[in-house]
């Protein structure tokens, strides 16, 4: 491990495992989407504690020694994006709850399932 501890690594698996339970016990749509927006909340976490080097400093390479070392920045731009992508499914999935609210008038997912099938 680059970081030398493993407190973020448990904290990753910590959001991740709550997202999914979230998710499994859920009895309402918009509480599944929301454990799904905290189940991905663990890769900004996690992405970052791969990244990290001990001793680096910012990437920035105009006044930096050939030598140095620095953090990696393709792990913070990958951790930009997920925050994007992630915010952007949320967004898309609560759209679609709530016209499955309009056309059927519940948000459980039993229910949807049983008026679905006849």
Not at 14 to 21: E, Q, R, S, T
Not at 61 to 78: C, G, I, Y
């Amino acid at each position: 491990m680059t970081s030398g501890s493993v407190f973020p690594y448990l904290v990753a698996v910590w959001l991740f495992a709550i997202g999914v339970y979230g998710m499994v016990t859920s009895r309402d749509l918009v509480h599944a989407v929301g454990s799904l927006a905290v189940a991905q909340s663990s890769t900004c976490v996690l992405l970052p504690t791969i990244g990290y080097r001990a001793g680096g400093t910012a990437p920035v390479f105009a006044d930096a020694p050939t030598d140095s070392r620095v953090v990696d920045p393709v792990v913070q731009a990958l951790v930009l994006t997920d925050i994007v992508v992630g915010a952007t499914v949320t967004a898309l999935l609560l759209a679609l709850v709530v016209q499955l609210h309009k056309r059927m008038g519940t948000v459980d997912p039993a229910a949807v399932a049983d008026e679905l099938r006849g």
